[in-house]
């Protein structure tokens, strides 16, 4: 991929309409501006559009962001994978905590992944860069779904359209 946008573009909002009803994501410029430009101007390329919540895990997570469908697809604007931004600031205190899914220190890529407690256990692991602003329930719902053994939705979960809005 390439086309990386200006510094000076920082959406506020990115909006996924999910099969299950929208969740408004607030970002965190200050503390994490490279993992935000690249969620931000992938929702804006379409990226995310159509991928599946490949892995849900009740009271943990749910996670998405791989065209694949399977966790071990997807790639950043940066090429396939970029480096943490780990702000000692931000920790996993609750639920509706945005986090890049990786494989391990600076493998970020398109995977992400919204908190549904706190997971404390991932402080300094992974890269907070936002929250949910509106849509906690639906976050909730969709950490109730039906799993089989890998945590895969039974009933596919979807991220029908993902959007950009509110440019400071």
């Keep these: 991929m390439s086309g990386i946008p200006p510094k000076s573009w920082n959406p506020s909002n990115v909006t996924l309409e999910t099969t299950m009803g929208s969740i408004e994501i607030e970002l965190y410029w200050k503390h994490a501006p490279k993992t935000c430009c690249n969620f931000a101007e992938l929702a804006r390329r379409g990226y995310y559009n159509g991928t599946k919540f490949h892995r849900i895990i009740r009271d943990f997570m749910i996670q998405g962001g791989d065209p694949t469908g399977t966790g071990t697809g997807g790639s950043s604007i940066y090429g396939k994978e970029f480096e943490d931004e ?10 509706g905590i945005l986090s890049m899914a990786n494989s391990g220190p600076d493998t ?41 053994s890998d945590d895969h939705p039974v ?12 440019s400071r």
């Design 108 to 148: 970020n890529g398109s995977q992400f992944f919204i908190t549904l407690a706190p997971t404390q256990w991932l402080d300094n692991k992974h890269a907070i860069f936002g929250r949910v602003a509106r849509g906690m329930q639906v976050v909730n719902r969709m950490g109730m779904v039906e799993t089989d």
């Design 155 to 166: 009933d596919e979960v979807k991220i029908l359209r993902a959007t950009v809005s509110s």
């Design 86 to 95: 780990i702000s000692p600031e931000l920790k996993h205190t609750g639920a």
